[in-house]
RNA sequence: GGAGAGGUGGCCGAGUCAGGUUGAAGGCGUACGACUGGAACUCGUAUGUGCGUGAAAGCGUACCGAGGGUUCGAAUCCCUCCUUCUCCGCCA
């Protein structure tokens, strides 16, 4: 959420800014709620003025046996009158953040221009492309034939883009989950295990409501989310907080499966483990000092690419364009690895930084000590990495020609000294 | 799920059972100043957040778990909800 003051002091430039993400919004009305609150508090409160000198000064009256009962009448037609203004105020104010709930967070100048993922730019790379000597398989049939992933019982027993680990492939999953815990723990994340399922306000902290309501699993019920990411619970670990900045950078890391539902993705990924309605991933999640955003988002890349430089597995780094950036995020880079079997890259890690967007919507902020002003914190986080997607790249591109998987060296430990799987 | 007791400022803790100048006593903590060679102790002063207004100082307003109600006036009375603790039941 960006605001408002903001908004109406650098409005050309927010404006600008929107249009650049391909994004509506009326500012107009925005604009013009704003100056009805200001109209509504303003009328209020001067009646609450008067109300307050009169009720400090009734007992007084009453004391030197004054007239109260002309005042009282008076008075509580005051009272009504603040009651109807107080009503329209909330009303206001409610259709103003509920504008600015929907309204995009401003891009970051260094993010190419562009209309969609065909304008992502390349920022890096690491590693070559392997150089297999065989006709490289795609991960669903490696897993099926060596008995990894059962995807029709995972079908059965919850539907379509479930499946279910068995066996090496569950022990994989489990490994690959606890290497990269232990990595990103051994780089200064502290290591948090929070709810699988959050409530409305938990989602709307960290942006996936109000606009992406479609997007999420919901326990109608009890009013809770399952959550897309544990960016949800662990970013929201710390709403409406006021933290030391002593305490600054704050970093997690998070174990969490994560529930999509994938709306608007019919007919797409429908073979294999790439798109799953539920998968694995560890997060990363920092809160930092706003002057320190932009550096911390460039380690925060860094330690999601180390996962895959320890893995031994080729990857490219792309910048996202305007026009494929999230809603929350200013800056984000995505980590594409390479799938020999599928010869393509596919995102495995999103990193992004949110700036104030997030601290605003979930209220999480920060004092200085020599400072009395309280300032929101940056956000960030990344995955490190998504799980699922990792399993799918050790698979492919570590496989054998004899349809065996060589186990990536930094794994052997995570598998009681498995070099070989299948 | 049942019964009971609580939720007050950074923390502890009065005030609620007699509604009125209570943003809220007192203590602790913290900051600054005085004292000191330096420190402890002691003394003094200060110490919430949002919003509105203002160049600023300031002024105004709201907030005592959340929301609603009664009243001229609510931390205090009434209702609903959330949450914490204790006991019972159930359960991995």
Known sequence: MLDIKYIITNLDLVKEKTA????????????????????????????????????????????????????????????????????ELADVQERQRGMLLTLPNLVDDSIPVGKSEEDNTLYRDWGVKPSLAFEPKAHWD???????VDFERGTKVAGARFSAYKGMGAKLERALINFMLDTQSSRGYTEVMTPFLVNAASMT??????????????????????????EVPVTNLYAGEILDEADLPIKHCAYSPCFRREAGSHGKDVRGLI???????????????????????????????????????????????TGDIGFTSAKTYDIEVWLPGQDCYR???????????????????????????????????GSGLAVGRTFVAVLENYQLPDGRISVPEVLRPYLGGAEIIG
């Open 20 to 87: 650049r993400r391909g994004a509506e919004f009326d500012f107009d009305t925005l604009l013009a709620l704003d100056e009805e609150r200001k109209k509504l508090i303003l009328e209020g409160e001067e009646l609450k003025q008067k109300r307050n000198e009169f009720s400090k000064s009734f007992p007084l009256i009453k004391k030197q046996g004054g007239d109260v009962e002309t005042a009282q009448k008076e008075m509580k037609q005051v009272s009504e009158r603040i009651a109807a203004l107080d009503k």
């Open 142 to 148: 490696i897993a099926e034939s060596l008995g990894l």
């Open 205 to 230: 902290g960290t942006g996936q409501l109000p606009k992406f309501e479609e997007d999420a699993f919901k326990c109608e019920r009890d009013g809770l989310y399952l959550i897309p990411t544990a």
């Open 275 to 321: 798109r799953q309605h539920q998968f694995n991933k560890v997060e990363l999640v920092k809160f930092v000092k706003p002057e320190e955003g932009w550096k911390e988002l460039e380690l925060l890349l860094s330690d999601a690419e180390n996962i895959l430089q320890l893995l031994g597995i080729h990857y490219r780094v792309m910048t996202l364009s």
């Open 347 to 381: 995102e495995i890690s999103s990193c992004s930084c949110f700036m104030d967007f997030q601290a605003r919507r979930a209220n999480i902020r920060y004092r200085k000590p020599g400072d009395k002003r309280l300032d929101f914190v940056y956000t960030l986080n």
